[in-house]
């Protein structure tokens, strides 16, 4: 099995700095993409950053310039720095890891459970 687990989300201030953490651990060969996503109440579940195998990465226009997704392969853990944070930021965050198992080349999309940001003062 793989495990997805977030973590880091908590309650800040307007303007302030947050850390989020995610480690994929379980059956897993290699991590290729993996990213932070954002789903408020009744919306879809939207891309908030993401980061290929490479070092290549995406962020969604409302949080460019403000967050900065980076990863460490030999933890296959991603991490999404947070700054200038403001009350529409305010959702639960999930991550996603894109894995193969070991002696397959079949690559399977796992989510964590999410966390919760807060955004207020």
């Known amino acids: 099995q793989v495990q997805v687990v977030e973590s880091g989300g908590g309650l800040v201030q307007p303007g302030g700095s947050l850390r989020l953490s995610c480690a994929a651990s379980g059956s897993i060969s290699r991590v290729y993409a993996m990213g932070w996503y954002r789903q408020a109440p009744g919306k879809q579940r939207e891309s908030v950053a993401t980061?290929?195998?490479?070092?290549?990465?995406n962020y969604a226009d409302s949080v460019k310039g403000r967050f900065t997704i980076s990863r460490d392969n030999t933890k296959n853990t991603v991490y999404l720095q947070m700054t200038s944070l403001k009350p529409e930021d305010t959702v639960v965050y999930y991550c996603?890891?894109?894995?193969?198992?070991?002696?397959?080349?079949?690559?399977?999309?796992?989510w964590g459970q999410g966390t919760q940001v807060t955004v207020s003062s």
């Open positions: 996603n890891a894109e894995v193969t198992h070991p002696q397959s080349v079949i690559r399977y999309n796992y």
């Open positions: 980061i290929t195998s490479g070092g290549s990465t």
